[in-house]
């Protein structure tokens, strides 16, 4: 099983800076099967990046993916409020679907 | 609009059974493939089964394979979730997703989930 592992846990930024999020994974991924969700309490997950980088519908293009093989990166380019959550990379491989265990994006 | 509607959470014991459903609208239910995720209290995102638009394929975590078990009505536009053998740790909030179309395995729609608690 595929390993996705996260960095950093908890990322502190003001708004307009820019984040920089991290999904490292055990064995390659093929770019096709990565994708990155936002999650915020009380709300449905949210798909903000297939493929590891095209942005899913209604996404605003601050958001960009990129990476591939095992090193795959979310990037913020100029932080909203609105963009404090929590984010999930995903990879899928041999039938399964595993997430990383989250980056939280909280307010400096 | 695509919208995915949970329910049937509930506390329950230790070795019960519970049946969570997943009403869905605003697409062609039967052409996607549908899955189930969960997410424990103050825990991350981990992914429970997935069936086939058709409902003949079906696929599991190790965690859950053997107890939980995943179906769907496509006449009615409802995904389901039998629970059995239920444990302490099966406690979380439970989102059901659509998969996009094509080549990539990622989950476009959630709904807002239903939650279980395993407790005595």
């Known amino acids: 099983e595929i390993v996705l592992t996260q960095s950093p846990g908890t990322l502190s930024l003001s708004p307009g800076e820019r984040a920089t999020l991290s999904c490292r994974a055990s064995q390659s991924v093929i770019s096709t099967y990565l994708a990155w969700y936002q999650l915020k309490p009380g709300q449905a997950p949210r798909l903000l990046i297939y493929g590891a980088s095209s942005r899913a519908t209604g996404i605003p293009d601050r958001f960009s993916g990129s990476g591939s093989g095992t090193d795959f990166t979310l990037t913020i380019s100029r932080l909203e409020p609105e963009d404090f959550a929590v984010y999930y990379c995903q990879q899928y491989g041999s039938s399964k679907y595993t997430f990383g265990q989250g980056t939280k994006l909280e307010i400096k | 609009e695509v919208q995915l509607l949970e329910s049937g959470g509930n506390l329950v014991q230790p070795g019960g059974s519970l049946r969570l459903s997943c009403a869905a609208s605003?697409?062609?239910?039967?052409?996607?493939?549908m899955n189930w995720v969960r997410q424990a209290p103050g825990k991350g995102l981990e992914w429970v089964s997935l069936?086939?638009?058709?409902?003949?394929?079906?696929y599991y975590a190790d965690s859950v394979k053997g107890r939980l078990i995943i179906s769907r009505d496509n006449s009615k536009n409802i995904l389901y979730l039998q629970m059995n053998s239920l444990r302490a740790e099966d406690t979380a909030l439970y989102y059901c997703?659509?998969?996009?179309?094509?080549?990539?395995?990622?989950?476009?729609?959630w709904g807002q989930g239903t939650m279980v608690t395993v407790s005595s």
């Open positions: 997703a659509k998969r996009m179309s094509g080549g990539p395995q990622a989950f476009d729609f």
């Open positions: 605003g697409f062609t239910f039967s052409s996607y493939a």
């Open positions: 069936i086939g638009g058709s409902g003949g394929s079906t």
